[in-house]
């Protein structure tokens, strides 16, 4: 039934002196027209404010703003990282001295990892051997007649003061062929509780029994190596350090902990998983993204890319692995970094930030000590021995954290304090409102409902009165 006029006065006079939304009951309630503008134009104007100020926030929230917190945390001891070695000289000299299309046949292998460009004149010998050696297995050729780590190779292993062995090293393939990996396991044992102590090799990169082809780049001798999380793989591409022969390098690192905000504050997917490792990374992802292509398109599976595939031949390679790398690169279809792409940024990683510094192998007392030691020339020492020493510098770690710059309470709460400040206003208040104005619509739908249909009743004369032509026709008659 809908309300009469008196009570829909009352309803508003009430409305007016019991809200809580300041300023209302003085437009209201002032008998002064002076008075009752100056309100007016008060409420107007904080209430203008108010929507100013609230849509600014809502802009700046939905703009997805964060920040940035670096926080050191000291600690008793600290995990050592994964450390991958690798010869710079991957073959052993007898195995390639009547077989020089090796070097550039690992060239096409690794491709897959780090991008290399074929040239013309390798094409007619390249053909030649893959048509009479079609069982040729690339990965057994270098596992066999690679680098290798053993008692000859490796002559001095120490952690924190422990001997340590070859037999503690895990074979891995690289684009440097047969490379090896201390603490791959992660074990508990090794933390360091010192810093200034870790991890001390002596290597013998054997010049002459290990050799790699000059003309395609390859003209340094030492050992590369690459700092990484037990978790990882390794990737060398950019990230590798190399120490000379004759050389003893002196690692400091530290370890730095990265945490990203999930889309849209930050690129990171929580939800995205590799299939053949435990820890997410942007480099295991892009390797297990072009396994998936390669293994579609040709049917196989390079072995220096994680997965269960048929092992791809050396025509395999030749024919069907390198275009299609190559198309992957072009095409964009493995990409990295953004939270669109194939593979995100992880939403944590470890670093270690690493400061390295050389000296020359030993003065003169110490080559004639080694040389007598190993029963090696010192010119020998010279030309293939490696020192590498790699320590934390300070029992820390640090962690750099995006945060959001605001967080849904925060919004509220800045709302709410816009509302409070300028209006007087709080969420009973806005509950409040939206009664006060539902009820109004509520009457107003009632009105058209009862009261529209008889508007034209109104407007166009009745049937059973007489019209003014009928009146002026009876007064004639008459």
Not at 11 to 29: D, L
Not at 435 to 448: K, P, Q, S, V
Request: charged share 20%; glycine share 6%; hydrophobic share 35%.
């Amino acid at each position: 039934m809908l309300p009469r006029l008196e009570d829909r006065r009352k309803y508003r006079q009430e409305f007016a002196s019991s809200t809580s939304f300041h300023g209302v009951y003085n437009i209201v309630q002032t008998q002064t027209r002076t008075r009752r503008v100056l309100w007016l134009l008060v409420v107007t104007g904080c209430l203008g404010i108010v929507i100013w100020q609230i849509c600014s926030r809502f802009n700046y929230y939905f703009s997805w703003p964060t920040t940035t917190t670096v926080v050191v945390q000291h600690v008793e001891n600290v995990k050592f990282p994964a450390v991958t070695f690798c010869n710079l000289n991957r073959f052993q000299a007898h195995a390639v001295s009547n077989l020089q299309i090796i070097f550039f046949l690992w060239n096409i292998v690794s491709g897959i990892v780090q991008k290399f460009a074929m040239e013309d004149k390798y094409f007619h010998e390249l053909n030649g051997f893959l048509l009479g050696n079609q069982n040729f297995s690339i990965k057994e050729f270098t596992r066999e007649n690679g680098f290798y780590l053993n008692g000859s190779t490796l002559l001095e292993c120490e952690f924190f003061g422990k001997t340590c062995h070859p037999e503690d090293f895990e074979h891995i393939f690289t684009e440097y062929g047969n490379c090896f990996t201390f603490n791959y396991n992660d074990l508990p044992a090794r933390r360091v509780s010192l810093s200034g102590r870790g991890l001390h090799l002596l290597f013998d990169v054997q010049q002459e029994q290990f050799t790699d082809d000059p003309a395609l780049g390859y003209t340094d001798a030492g050992i590369t190596f690459v700092i990484h999380s037990p978790k990882e793989i390794p990737r060398f591409d950019g990230l590798g350090l190399l120490t000379p022969v004759g050389m003893h390098a002196q690692v400091s690192i530290q370890q730095l902990k990265s945490i990203i905000q999930e889309y849209p504050w930050g690129e990171c997917k929580p939800d995205i998983k590799l299939q053949y490792q435990d820890t997410y990374s942007t480099n295991g992802c892009l390797k297990e993204c072009k396994a998936w292509y390669i293994q579609d398109w040709c049917g196989c599976l390079p072995f220096i890319l994680p997965g269960n595939g048929i092992e791809c031949d050396l025509m395999k390679y030749y024919n069907c692995v390198y275009p299609a790398i190559h198309d992957i690169e072009v095409k964009g279809l493995c990409t990295v970094g953004t939270h669109n792409s194939t593979c995100p940024a992880p939403c944590e990683e470890t670093h270690y930030p690493t400061t390295v510094t050389y000296s020359s192998f030993g003065g003169e007392n110490a080559i004639k000590y080694i040389s007598a030691k190993l029963k090696k020339s010192p010119e020998y020492i010279r030309q293939n021995l490696v020192i590498i020493d790699i320590k934390y510098d300070d029992l820390n770690y640090r962690i750099t954290q995006q945060q959001k710059a605001l967080t849904i309470s925060e919004l509220l709460a800045d709302v709410g304090g816009q509302l409070g400040l300028f209006c007087g206003a709080s969420m009973i208040t806005i509950i409040e409102v939206l009664e006060y104005i539902f009820t109004n619509f509520f009457w107003m739908c009632l009105f058209l409902l009862l009261k529209a249909p008889e508007i034209p009743r109104w407007n166009n004369p009745s049937h059973d009165q007489p019209t003014h032509v009928e009146k002026n026709k009876g007064i004639q008659e008459c």
